[in-house]
Structure formats: structure tokens, C-alpha cells
């Protein structure tokens, strides 16, 4: 049994993995958010009298345009826009996983983490959607921060939620778990991962000891890798669609006023008070909240009909990437 002492420590050292992991991550994940947020009509579009507008957001095609974009406009305290809700968030969670009993500490410096550290395909399920609804609310606050035209300071939590939420989202916390379709896209993707994905994983690779090299070996056949990339292009093509989904609800706010900005419509905000990020231009477009997606279905079909189907594939190779590396994970 550890002493205090070497508790201080190992507590320490774990702070510390986490800091690391984070510096490294937080600028992958907060490109990927801005770069599937990043509203790019096709066309004209409707303002709130009926006038037709035309579109004079940015266009960014690329992941790594969207990297130099932040990069050039807002500097490195822009890429690290949403550190603290998700440095803090993963501190509690593997606080509650450690002492969970039969679960080891997952890492959670990834985008998206395929798979849960629980046995059984039941206990997984239950295990993933646990985790996905206690982080939600998170998810929703990092997304927002990362998106926001807005510079919020990292250590002024209050101040930055009144920038993040509106008045009833913060009189009213639920609300956030009732953000139109973002339930239901998150456990679409789990259900997906868990109850379909991850057992023909299995089956295509069954779990083998790693002191078992010779049977490890033995099952890299050409029939059985040409299955798995087949299962890891299609994966793919379920869950990126339903990542960029997740992803434009979690920053689409509840109860907006019509007309009004993210921060004019909030009697208890000042908005001398607020600084832009960039101040010569936005580094992403936001779609309209006048005209709200109002479920997981109205998302996508607006999505390809305002943008394209190419919009909902965004940094696609960032899906299939970790479920490539997870073929052999048992």
C-alpha cells in the first residue's frame, strides 16, 4: 500500500502525463471542432426579412488550412481555446474510473475513444453511455469555447460560462442534456461502436495474449486485414457523419433570442467587457441561431442540402486513423 508521501507523488506524476497529453491534444481536437463547425453555404442565403444574402464567411478545405488559420489569426492561445474544461473534466472522470472496481484508467487525450475498459458487451454499453452523459455537458461547454469569436480567460470560469451559455442554460443546467438531437447522435455512435463495430472487431481478430506472438502472427491474413479495413472504411462512414453532427448541436445554444449576438442577449453580461480573439476577421463562420437545426435528422438533411454531403466527411482519416490502430486491441 502506498504512503502519503508516495500517493503525492504518483498523484504528481499523473497531473503532470495529463498536462503533457493535453498541450498536445488540445490543438488537434480544437482544429478538427472549428473545422467541421465551419459553416460554408453552397449558395445564397435567406437573412430574417426574406432578402437574399450572400455568403461572406470563410472557406477552409482542408484540416491543416484550418490549423494555419488559427494559427495566423489568433496564435497559440487560440489553438489551446478549450484547455481548461477538458484538463479539468478528465481529472474528475479518472478520479471516478480509478475507484470504480474492475476498471483501469482510461486514457483520454484522443478525439474519440472506440472502445471502453469494461468486459462484456452489455457492461461496455452501459459503461460508454454512463461516461457520455455525465461529459456532455463538458463536450458542449470545450465545443463552445473553442468556437467562440471570443477570448475567455482560463481562469475565470464564471465569466467565461455567462460568455458560453445563455441565461437559461445557466438558471436551468438540464437544458444542455436536451439540446436538440445531440443526444441522440452520441448514442448512435455509441450503440454503433459498442453493440456492432467492436464484436466483429472480435471476430475478425479474436483477443490473443501478447506473450502469444506465434498465434498474434498467425492471424494477419490477407482475408482477414481486406475484412477489417472493409469494417474500419464503413465504421468510418457511420461515425464521421455523426461526429460533425455532434458537433455543430454542441455549439448550437438553447433558448436563444432571435437577432441577438451570443453575449448582446444577456442582460447579465457586459459586453464592454468582451474581447474578440482575432481582430481582423472571424477565423470560422457560425450558422445563423434565427434558423436553429432542430434534431439529428433536420441537422443532416440541411447540412447536405445547405453544404454538401462532402461537409459531413470532414477530417474523415481522423476516424479511420485510431480504428486502424485499434485492430488488434483486445
Known amino acids: 500500500m502506498l504512503g502519503i508521501g508516495e500517493s503525492l507523488v504518483f498523484a504528481g506524476l499523473l497531473v503532470a502525463s495529463f498536462a503533457i497529453s493535453f498541450l498536445i491534444a488540445v490543438p488537434i481536437a480544437g482544429t478538427l471542432v472549428r473545422f467541421r463547425a465551419n459553416y460554408t453555404p453552397k449558395g445564397l442565403q435567406l437573412d430574417g426579412e426574406g432578402g437574399v444574402q450572400p455568403h461572406t464567411g470563410p472557406v477552409v478545405n482542408s484540416y491543416f488550412a484550418m490549423f494555419k488559420r488559427v494559427k495566423r489569426l489568433e496564435g497559440w492561445s487560440g489553438l489551446y481555446k478549450g484547455f481548461m474544461p477538458g484538463f479539468l473534466s478528465s481529472l474528475v472522470i479518472v478520479a471516478f474510473i480509478a475507484v470504480?472496481?474492475?476498471?483501469?484508467?482510461?486514457?483520454?487525450?484522443?478525439?474519440?475513444?472506440?472502445?471502453?475498459?469494461?468486459?462484456g458487451v452489455w457492461n461496455r454499453l452501459a459503461y460508454s453511455l454512463f461516461m457520455?452523459?455525465?461529459?456532455?455537458?463538458?463536450?458542449?461547454?470545450?465545443?463552445?469555447s473553442i468556437t467562440t469569436p471570443y477570448k475567455l480567460p482560463w481562469f475565470k470560469g464564471i465569466y467565461s460560462l455567462r460568455v458560453l451559455l445563455t441565461s437559461s442554460e445557466r438558471s436551468r443546467p438540464w437544458i444542455l442534456f436536451?439540446?436538440?438531437?445531440?443526444?441522440a447522435s452520441e448514442v448512435l455512435r455509441i450503440a454503433y461502436v459498442v453493440l456492432l463495430m467492436d464484436p466483429l472487431r472480435l471476430t475478425i481478430f479474436p483477443p490473443t495474449p501478447p506473450s502469444d506472438e506465434a498465434k498474434l502472427f498467425g492471424q494477419l491474413s490477407i482475408a482477414r486485414l481486406s475484412l477489417y479495413l472493409a469494417l474500419a472504411v464503413i465504421s468510418t462512414a457511420i461515425l464521421c457523419p455523426l461526429e460533425v453532427v455532434s458537433t455543430r448541436l454542441s455549439i448550437q445554444r438553447n433558448h436563444v433570442t432571435?437577432?441577438?449576438?451570443?453575449?448582446?442577449?444577456?442582460?447579465?453580461?457586459?459586453?464592454?467587457?468582451?474581447?474578440?480573439?482575432a481582430s481582423d476577421e472571424d477565423v470560422i463562420g457560425l450558422r445563423t441561431e434565427d434558423d436553429p437545426y432542430i434534431g439529428l435528422v433536420d441537422c443532416m438533411k440541411r447540412i447536405v442540402r445547405e453544404e454538401g454531403y462532402k461537409t459531413l466527411f470532414r477530417a474523415w482519416w481522423l476516424v479511420?486513423?485510431?480504428?486502424?490502430?485499434v485492430a488488434f486491441t483486445s
Open 100 to 119: 470504480l472496481p474492475g476498471t483501469p484508467i482510461a486514457h483520454t487525450g484522443g478525439h474519440k475513444k472506440y472502445t471502453a475498459p469494461v468486459e
Open 132 to 144: 457520455m452523459v455525465i461529459s456532455l455537458p463538458v463536450t458542449i461547454i470545450s465545443n463552445r
Open 178 to 183: 436536451l439540446t436538440p438531437g445531440l443526444l
Open 258 to 277: 432571435p437577432g441577438f449576438s451570443a453575449v448582446a442577449q444577456d442582460e447579465d453580461a457586459d459586453i464592454n467587457d468582451v474581447v474578440y480573439s
Open 320 to 325: 479511420l486513423i485510431p480504428l486502424l490502430m
